[in-house]
């Protein structure tokens, strides 16, 4: 009682201090220099891979270096009139955008949705005033190429020598609340430690890509890329805003996450689709909904009439920032020192902020019975696959996987062995993995998290039948089944050897003296008998 009191005067504390620093204007120069003092760069694995030329995009920081094709000082005119001819789909995209013409925004009635764009202008403008990147009292007319991809402010910049991608901190220049919300996903931290202080989130993606000894040692770096092509979000904004339109309406809709948030083991996107909120979307929201209109008006001036994947996760207290692990709890997948710790006031508070969510459309009753259901379900699905695991981890332990002691290269470097290690979905030489720890390996990285997920996004089919639970009984089944014939095999093996060993020594090492004297009498009498049948006869 006296820790809980204590966990909920630390939480009230911190909760006065949060609102207080998110009421005062964020220090942009401090965030920014935590952002590159805590960027991991190559990370811990760094020697192990070298980067390609593709992964300049994902990382600009560490990898992008301006093109030498194109020599010379230009100007903002220069490039659009350049541009407008050979990437003509950038520059109509940028034409389309808000960037392009912002005295559209000024000129928006104060009865549309997007007159908050408005004071988002005078607050940007603002900034840059402080920064000393606009002059005092000059309104800005637009963000243009340079501006991003030269610096803010600049009239001219050398094509070979100062052309940058932009990143995230180059965003925040502008957009500095946004900035220092989604930075503010780092402070996150687990109460016993289930994940690393910052984990999981979007705010250090790419951390968890160049942190992971798999990534690193797989040799097929185009492959490997792939993860790039997600991970990148700690490094840029394009993901969600995608270039050159930089779209928020974009932004709000659920296909604005679908590219990373899809198949075997990130499927929130199909899961919310085949939900009663995605069918929703589908059939009422895409024609009727006014994705225009800011999260905390979409159901008042919106028109939602159910929740999107961005209403959902950017919400905390009623609130709406970029900061979106405020409510985690199971975060990327079921472990048990999770499971085992739901009562903690630290899962309670954010179950608490979950309910608080769905009664923006729920009864609170409906919204807790639901949760509920959703925790006991994954627990449920987390019981079957650490059984699973055990039955691996034993045969990895007695030496009974198949082709262990024979056939079992050991993955590149930094990867360490391991029975159903997570580097076994990626990687492959001979018997590693056998065919039983690549079941598991599935069991617990796909099917496990499509029963989460699907139970915590309510795609019923899903999580009940096609994707989770009725997955995770089939491999239960079969790694059963493998175990059994494994432990069998061994069995018969060392019954044959032991046979052997009787049939040629006997079953023991004491010498059987009586067996040998009545062999060496049964050879006396045999020569005996023989003698008398072959012995020639004597005449008469």
């Given amino acids: ?6 966990y909920f005067l630390a939480t009230l504390l911190f909760c006065l201090n949060w609102q207080t620093a998110w009421a005062e204007k964020p220090d942009f120069e401090q965030i920014k220099k935590n952002y590159y003092d805590t960027h991991p760069g190559k990370g811990n694995h760094g020697e192990h891979w070298q980067p390609i030329p593709i992964q300049k995009y994902w990382n600009p920081k560490d990898f992008y270096t ?103 901190a180059a965003c925040g220049t502008c957009h500095q609340d946004e900035f220092a919300e989604a930075e503010s996903e780092k402070e996150q931290t687990w109460p016993q430690k289930q994940w690393d202080k910052g984990h999981p989130s979007h705010a250090v993606d790419w951390a968890a890509n160049v942190e992971n000894a798999v990534w690193a040692a797989m040799p097929e770096r185009e492959v490997a890329q792939g993860c790039d092509s997600c991970h990148y979000q700690q490094n840029k904004c394009d ?24 198949g075997a083991d990130h499927n929130e996107f199909e899961n919310f689709m085949l939900s009663k909120h995605g069918t929703q979307f589908l059939t009422m929201g895409k024609s009727q909904w006014n994705f225009e209109a800011p999260l905390k008006d979409a159901i008042t001036k919106g028109g939602y009439t159910a929740p999107t994947c961005q209403l959902c996760h950017f919400e905390f207290h009623g609130e709406y920032s970029h900061n979106l692990v405020r409510k985690v709890r199971w975060a990327f997948n079921p472990t048990p020192g999770i499971a085992d710790n739901l009562n903690h006031p630290w899962f309670e508070d954010r179950k608490k902020a979950w309910v608080q969510t769905c009664t923006l459309c729920h009864s609170e009753s409906f919204a807790k019975a639901y949760l509920d259901t959703a925790d006991n379900g994954t627990i449920q699905g987390l019981k079957v696959e650490q059984e699973a695991k055990s039955v691996i981890k034993a045969l990895y332990k007695d030496g009974l996987l ?4 024979t056939n079992r290269p050991a993955p590149p470097a930094p990867e360490k062995d391991d029975a159903g290690g997570f580097f076994q979905l990626f990687w492959a030489k001979g018997n590693n993995p056998s065919r039983i720890e690549r079941i598991y390996a599935d069991m617990w990285e796909h099917d496990l998290i499509k029963h989460y997920k699907g139970i915590f996004h309510a795609n019923p089919g899903g999580y009940t039948y096609t994707e989770g639970w009725s997955a995770l009984m089939r491999d239960y089944a079969e790694i059963m089944d493998e175990d059994t014939k494994l432990r069998e095999a061994a069995r018969n093996k060392s019954g044959t050897d032991a046979k052997a060993v009787s049939t040629i020594g006997g079953g023991s090492d004491k010498t059987d003296y009586g067996t040998l004297l009545a062999g060496f009498i049964l050879v006396i009498l045999g020569l005996f008998v023989g003698y008398l049948v072959l012995k020639p006869k004597q005449d008469g």
Avoid at 146 to 159: M, R, V
Avoid at 239 to 262: D, I, L
Avoid at 402 to 405: D, H, I, L
């Fill in 402 to 405: 198949t082709g262990q002691n």
């Fill in 66 to 168: 301006p093109p030498q094709t194109i020599q010379g000082e230009f100007s903002q005119e220069n490039c659009v009139g350049c541009h407008e001819a050979t990437t003509p789909g950038a520059y109509h995209a940028w034409k389309k955008s808000v960037h392009s013409d912002l005295a559209a925004i000024r000129n928006i009635p104060d009865t549309d949705v997007r007159a908050y764009k408005k004071a988002k202008l005078t607050e940007v403008e603002s900034n840059l005033h402080e920064l000393g990147l606009l002059e005092k009292d000059q309104p800005l007319s637009q963000v243009g190429c340079i501006d991003c991809h030269g610096g803010l402010g600049k009239k001219t910049i050398d094509h070979a020598k100062d052309l940058i991608m932009p990143d995230r």
């Fill in 239 to 262: 993901g969600c805003h995608t270039r050159h339109t930089f779209s928020v309406a974009e932004a709000r809709q659920p296909e604005a996450c679908s590219t990373c948030h899809n």
């Fill in 1 to 6: 009682m006296k820790t809980t009191l204590l």
